[in-house]
C-alpha cells in the first residue's frame, strides 16, 4: 500500500456519490471534507452514520451536496448545524430523516448481503412515515398480531472516515470504534485518512488485531496529520471547542461561512490546523 | 454558601426518580448527546452509593462501548438497558417528543436537530425520564407537529415502556401511560405559574410540594466528584455551572 496525497484521496470521491460519514465522535474525515470542498465536489448525497456533524455542515455550505439522510445534525456544545438549517429551509438539499439504530441496520443487512433486516421499534413514528422504502409487516414467526419493521440494505457508495494510523499491508486502526468496521464492510469502497502509517502488520499484533479494519475493505488511505480537527481523535487529541463555536457563529449568515471558508478551508492545508 | 444552582437542582430532581422504588429498577442507565444535567444526575446518583452502571454515549475516553452506539441499541433491544433519557424541541400531553421541526414535515418553519435513536429506543427501554430545561408553550404543546417516538402505542405494539417523568425548568410531572400529574414545582414557580407556561392539560392534585433543594451532602458530590467526572465530556457546562469552583 502507498498513501495517496490528499487530494488524490478527494479526486476518488466522485460527484453524486452517496458518501457515507461518520458523526463528530466517532472519527470524521474533516481534512478530507475540506479537500471536497477544495475540490468542488458536487451533488454528494450524505449518509450519516447514524447522525452528522461539523463535516457535513460544511459540505452542505459549500454546495457540495444534494441530499442528506441521517439521523440528526448536531455540532454538539457548539448548537445546531447553521447551513444544514438554512439549506433545509431554502429547499436547496433533500432531507432524508432517519433514527440512528435504523441506519446501522440497514448498513448491518448490506454487511452480511441480505435485502433487509427487521428492527424493533418505530411505529407510529412520524420517521417511519415519510420512509416508503421501510415496511411495517407481521412477525412471520409469531401467532399474535406482531407489527415489525424491516429496513432495506443500503450500501454506501463510498465510507470515509479518519483512523490513528495504517500501516504497508493497507489495515488501518480505529481503536474502540469499531462501528467503522461495520461501515467499512457495507460500503463499495473506503476512503481512509490516516495521522501516520507505522511499521509491521497491525493483524499480526494482538493487541491491535481488535481495533484494526482488515486492508481487504480499504481502498486508498492518505495522510492528513490532525485529519479529525476541529473534533477529537480517540485518546490522541480533544475537542477544540473554541473552533467548533467559532465555525457556529460564522456559519449563522452565508457571508460569515464564505468567511470561514476563506480562512480555514480555501489555503492549501497545514496552516489551517494551527 | 454558594446558593444552590438551578442545573443541581434539577439534578438531584432527576437523581431521586432514577431512585424511585416505585420504579422498574435501574440497574444499567444510557445517557445520550448533549444531556449534562441527566449525566450528573446519574452521576450523583453513583456517588451516592448505588451500584448502578453507567453508559455514556459521548464519553471520549474510556468509552463503554466498543462498537459505538450500535452497541447501545443493541442492548437497548436486548432488554438491557433500564432508563434512558429523552428530550424534544416539542413535548406533548400524550408524552410524544418532536426532536425534527415545527411546521411541515422535515421541519420546514424551524429545524431541530432530528430524532437520534428515540424512535427507538423510547419504545425498547422500560423507563424514559423525559428532560427540557425549557418550559414554555412553544415547548410544551397540546399536540407535537411531528412524532420522533410516541408516548403510548396499541397494545399489540411490542413496547417495554414508556415516560416515568418530564423534568422541566419549572416542575416535575409525572406520566401514568395516559396523562401527566404534576409532581412538584421548582422554588420560585406556583401551579398557577406552571399552568401558565404549559401548552397541554394535565392533572393537578390538591396539594403540590415544591422540589426539594439536593441536601448539603448531594451538593458536595455534585460540585465535587460530580463534576470532575463531567469535565472532559462537558467543559461548557461545567464552566457555566460550577465557574470559580477550585478544580
New interface residues.
Given amino acids: 500500500m502507498t498513501p495517496l496525497a490528499l487530494d488524490a484521496l478527494a479526486a476518488l470521491v466522485p460527484d453524486g456519490a452517496l458518501l457515507a460519514l461518520p458523526p463528530d465522535?466517532?472519527l470524521p474525515p474533516n481534512e478530507l471534507a475540506r479537500a471536497l470542498v477544495r475540490r468542488g465536489a458536487k451533488g454528494l448525497r450524505l449518509l450519516g452514520v447514524?447522525?452528522s456533524g461539523y463535516a457535513t455542515d460544511l459540505l452542505i455550505g459549500a454546495g457540495c451536496v444534494t441530499s442528506v439522510q441521517?439521523?440528526?445534525?448536531?455540532l454538539?456544545?457548539a448548537g445546531?448545524?447553521p447551513r444544514?438549517?438554512a439549506a433545509?429551509?431554502a429547499g436547496t438539499i433533500t432531507?432524508i430523516?432517519?433514527?440512528?439504530?435504523?441506519i446501522?441496520t440497514m448498513l448491518?443487512a448490506a454487511e452480511k448481503g441480505v435485502p433487509f433486516m427487521p428492527?424493533?421499534?418505530?411505529?407510529?413514528?412520524?420517521?417511519?412515515a415519510?420512509r416508503p422504502d421501510w415496511r411495517i409487516v407481521q412477525n412471520p414467526l409469531s401467532e399474535?398480531?406482531?407489527?415489525?419493521v424491516l429496513l432495506p440494505a443500503l450500501q454506501p457508495d463510498i465510507a470515509a472516515f479518519h483512523a490513528a494510523c495504517a500501516d504497508w499491508h493497507g489495515n488501518v486502526w480505529v481503536g474502540?470504534?469499531?462501528?467503522?468496521a461495520?461501515l467499512a464492510h457495507a460500503a463499495r469502497r473506503s476512503l481512509v485518512t490516516v495521522e501516520r502509517v507505522v511499521d509491521g502488520d497491525l493483524l499480526e499484533d494482538e493487541r491491535m488485531a481488535?481495533g484494526t479494519i482488515s486492508g481487504t475493505y480499504i481502498e486508498a488511505v492518505a495522510v492528513a496529520e490532525r485529519g479529525a480537527w476541529p473534533v477529537?481523535l480517540?485518546?490522541e487529541y480533544?475537542?477544540d471547542?473554541a473552533h467548533l463555536a467559532e465555525y457556529a457563529r460564522a456559519a449563522r449568515t452565508d457571508e460569515g461561512f464564505q468567511g470561514y471558508l476563506a480562512r480555514y478551508v480555501m489555503p492549501p492545508r497545514a496552516q489551517a490546523a494551527e | 454558601m454558594r446558593p444552590v444552582q438551578p442545573e443541581e437542582r434539577l439534578a438531584a430532581a432527576i437523581a431521586r426518580l432514577i431512585l424511585d422504588s416505585a420504579a422498574p429498577p435501574a440497574r444499567h442507565i444510557a445517557v445520550g448527546a448533549a444531556s449534562p444535567i441527566p449525566a450528573a444526575a446519574c452521576w450523583l446518583v453513583r456517588h451516592l452509593g448505588h451500584p448502578v452502571r453507567l453508559s455514556l454515549l459521548h464519553r471520549r475516553q474510556g468509552n463503554p462501548f466498543t462498537e459505538g452506539s450500535r452497541e447501545l441499541f443493541d442492548l437497548a433491544g436486548q432488554g438491557r438497558i433500564d432508563l434512558f433519557f429523552l428530550g424534544g424541541g416539542q413535548i406533548d400531553g400524550q408524552a410524544n417528543i418532536n426532536l425534527v421541526g415545527t411546521g411541515e414535515w422535515p421541519g420546514r418553519t424551524a429545524r431541530f436537530p432530528g430524532s437520534f435513536g428515540s424512535a427507538f429506543m423510547y419504545l425498547a427501554v422500560p423507563r424514559t425520564i423525559l428532560f427540557r430545561e425549557e418550559h414554555s408553550r412553544r415547548v410544551l404543546v397540546p399536540r407535537v407537529d411531528i412524532v420522533s417516538a410516541p408516548g403510548v402505542s396499541p397494545p399489540e405494539h411490542w413496547r417495554r415502556g414508556s415516560a416515568q417523568a418530564l423534568v422541566t425548568g419549572r416542575c416535575v410531572f409525572g406520566f401514568d401511560g395516559t396523562r401527566f400529574t404534576l409532581a412538584s414545582v421548582h422554588p420560585g414557580q406556583t401551579t398557577a405559574t406552571v399552568r401558565e407556561a404549559t401548552g397541554f392539560d394535565y392533572h393537578e392534585p390538591a396539594s403540590v410540594p415544591t422540589t426539594p433543594d439536593p441536601t448539603p451532602d448531594e451538593l458536595g458530590l455534585l460540585r465535587g466528584p460530580v463534576r470532575a467526572e463531567m469535565l472532559e465530556t462537558y467543559p461548557e457546562f461545567c464552566a457555566r455551572v460550577w465557574e470559580g469552583l477550585a478544580a
Wanted: aromatic share 2%; hydrophobic share 40%; net charge neutral.
Fill in positions: 465522535n466517532s447514524p447522525v441521517t439521523s440528526a445534525v448536531t454538539g456544545e445546531l448545524a444544514f438549517s433545509l429551509k432531507v430523516d432517519a433514527t440512528c439504530p435504523a446501522h448491518q428492527l424493533r421499534g418505530l411505529l407510529r413514528s412520524d420517521v417511519l415519510h399474535a398480531p406482531d407489527p415489525i474502540r470504534r469499531r462501528e467503522l461495520t481488535a477529537a480517540l485518546d480533544g475537542t471547542a
